[in-house]
T-cell receptor, first 115, second 121 residues
């Protein structure tokens, strides 16, 4: 079974509008961490935002926010005021447990921002 | 802080030859290194996990004799693709995690290299 699921292969958004990228996860471990990364065409993995399973507040980092719904096991990324430079592949990832073990990645979503 | 330098960024090699990819943590001690492989427009798939001074742990289906991983120091891990074939052509990327107090817990514990595009002809 997929531990991390991103159901949107591609998303389009108009410049300056907000967009939500979906991510659901599956784990029985009460302690876990959820990550979002941006991967432009150059291939580098750019860390965007992190949410811990015990965090009470939704994480925010500038234009990025994470809509964490624990009961639904979802961790959607919201990008506000989209910019042309936001066009890239976006990955949701999960770390299970408290130690710094492997990350499991979702399938990714290609975001295209139109002018 | 927390930079991982990965080299080469691109490499083209002939079928049957070996290629070595290096990942160096420049400003922290990388106690654990994760090696991923990524095909175009697909996800990152973990190949192996290595801890400094120990043998790497390979994921199911990854040939350990083909993908040799060495993590002999806290600042250097290498992935050697032996007897490369065209089907080994892919994007390889490392991710390092370090000890508390050494700067290796930046980005909530994972610092990625910039990746290596391997083409085997």
């Amino acid at each position: 079974a997929q531990k991390i699921t991103q159901t949107q292969p591609g998303m389009f958004v108009q410049e300056k509008e907000a967009v939500t990228l979906d991510c659901t996860y599956d784990t029985s471990d009460p302690s876990y961490g959820l990550f979002w990364y941006k991967q432009p065409s150059s291939g580098e993995m750019i860390f965007l935002i992190y949410q811990g399973s015990y965090d009470q507040q939704n994480a925010t980092e500038g234009r990025y926010s994470l809509n964490f719904q624990k009961a639904r096991k979802s961790a959607n990324l919201v990008i506000s005021a989209s910019q042309l430079g936001d066009s890239a592949m976006y990955f949701c990832a999960m770390r299970e447990g408290t130690s710094y073990g492997k990350l499991t990645f979702g399938q990714g979503t290609i975001l295209t921002v139109h002018p | 802080g927390a930079v991982v330098s990965q080299h080469p960024s691109r490499v083209i090699c002939k079928s049957g030859t070996s290629v070595k990819i290096e990942c160096r943590s420049l400003d922290f001690q990388a106690t654990t290194m994760f090696w991923y492989r990524q095909f175009p427009k697909q996800s990152l798939m973990l190949m192996a996990t290595s801890n400094e001074g120990s043998k790497a742990t390979y994921e199911q289906g990854v040939e350990k004799d083909k993908f040799l991983i060495n993590h002999a120091s806290l600042t250097l891990s290498t992935l050697t693709v032996t007897s490369a074939h065209p089907e080994d052509s892919s994007f390889y990327i490392c991710s390092a995690s370090g000890a508390v107090g050494t700067g290796g817990r930046a980005n909530y514990g994972y610092t990625f290299g910039s990746g290596t595009r391997l083409t085997v002809v």
